[in-house]
């Protein structure tokens, strides 16, 4: 989905839990917003690098309104350290 299209849908929305968009691989489209990745000293060794292709997403970004894709039962294991959530 393009930006674009989900404010559409975000101006148009009734719904009570809005969708939000999540994007592991925004780097790959527009590298110019890595640069400000950088990863803590102290996590410098990738233990999941074993993994290969199989590694887990280790950056991403969300965009989405208050309370989107949330739920009783939702647990934020993610921490922000600049910004807000």
Same mark, same amino acid.
């Given at each position: 989905m $393009?930006?674009?299209d989900y404010f559409q849908y975000a101006d148009s929305t009734k719904e009570?839990?809005?969708l939000y968009l999540f994007d592991p691989s925004f780097t790959e489209k527009v590298p110019a917003l890595g640069t400000d990745? $950088?990863?803590p000293e102290y996590f410098r060794e990738d233990l999941f690098a074993i993994l290969g292709p199989e590694r887990p997403d280790h950056k991403w970004v969300i965009v989405g309104p208050q309370g989107s894709g949330s739920s009783s039962f939702h647990v934020v294991p993610n921490q922000c350290l600049r910004g807000t959530r």
């Open positions: $393009k930006l674009e009570e839990r809005w990745y $950088k990863v």
